[in-house]
């Protein structure tokens, strides 16, 4: 599976983002996904995951009400829609597949995902 996450930039305080993650390599609509990110200085955290048929998502609690996942099964592209952005929110982006379990109902272990996309850096300003 190779991942390709993209929609990163600068955004003010208060502005949205829109984050694109394609995928290929293996039939995605079988797996679930997540995203990730990592701010400077600290470790990578869960941000949300959504399961094989879109069905199912769970975010953590510091994105929860603000962030929206999505997925596209027949663009085999998952979205993270980012609104009323903070400055802490300011991270590399990482978008995941969880292809260990068929039809898998996603998780907020980064251990549990086997694939990995490169990133996407936002940034929020103040």
């Given at each position: 599976?190779?991942?390709?996450?993209?929609?990163?930039?600068?955004v003010?305080?208060?502005?949205?983002?829109?984050?694109?993650?394609?995928?290929?390599?293996?039939?995605?609509?079988?797996?679930?996904?997540?995203?990730?990110?990592?701010?400077?200085?600290?470790?990578?955290?869960?941000v949300?995951?959504?399961?094989?048929?879109?069905?199912?998502t769970?975010?953590?609690?510091?994105?929860?009400?603000?962030?929206?996942?999505?997925?596209?099964?027949?663009?085999?592209?998952?979205?993270?829609?980012?609104?009323?952005?903070?400055?802490?929110?300011?991270?590399?982006?990482?978008?995941?597949?969880?292809?260990?379990?068929?039809?898998?109902s996603?998780?907020?272990?980064?251990?549990?995902?086997?694939?990995?996309?490169p990133?996407?850096?936002?940034?929020?300003?103040?």
């Amino acid at each position: 599976v190779q991942l390709q996450a993209s929609g990163g930039g600068l955004v003010q305080a208060g502005g949205s983002l829109r984050l694109s993650c394609a995928a290929s390599g293996r039939t995605f609509s079988s797996y679930a996904m997540g995203w990730f990110r990592q701010a400077p200085g600290k470790e990578r955290e869960f941000v949300a995951t959504i399961n094989w048929s879109g069905g199912s998502t769970f975010y953590a609690d510091s994105v929860k009400g603000r962030f929206t996942i999505s997925r596209d099964n027949a663009k085999n592209t998952v979205y993270l829609q980012m609104n009323s952005l903070k400055p802490e929110d300011t991270a590399v982006y990482y978008c995941a597949a969880d292809t260990y379990g068929v039809l898998g109902s996603g998780s907020d272990n980064e251990y549990e995902y086997d694939y990995w996309g490169p990133g996407t850096q936002v940034t929020v300003s103040s």
